[in-house]
């Protein structure tokens, strides 16, 4: 899933993608994306997409026990954020 939403979205913005590696809360790229300031709006859009993307199938598939306690293991504490049920990736990143 992480592939197809990030090979459809360099396609759409055209940034130069030179590598990648896929870890369990984050990940890493080399980009070279025009202009260079992009960066940060690339960033969290690509990590909007995955995690909508990621939470929507696994809330589809909660009748398999693996993906119901994926889905329990992202939930964020009610009091953290109030627009906020999940989190997939770590807050930051570092350009």
């Known amino acids: 899933m992480f592939v197809e939403v990030l090979r459809a979205y360099r396609q759409e913005?055209?940034?130069l993608l030179?590598?990648?590696?896929?870890?369990?809360?984050?990940?890493?790229?080399?980009?070279?994306?025009q202009p260079?300031?992009?960066?940060?709006?690339?960033?969290?859009?690509?990590?909007?997409r995955t995690a909508q993307r990621t939470v929507s199938l696994l809330t589809e598939n909660q009748g398999h026990p693996w993906c119901r306690k994926m889905l329990s293991g992202l939930r964020l504490p009610a009091s953290l954020h109030s627009d906020s049920r999940y989190r997939?990736?770590?807050?930051?990143?570092?350009p």
């Open 13 to 15: 913005k055209g940034f």
């Open 18 to 33: 030179i590598g990648w590696v896929l870890m369990p809360d984050h990940f890493h790229l080399l980009i070279k994306p």
């Open 36 to 48: 260079a300031e992009s960066t940060s709006g690339l960033i969290q859009e690509l990590k909007k």
């Open 88 to 94: 997939v990736w770590e807050r930051r990143f570092y």
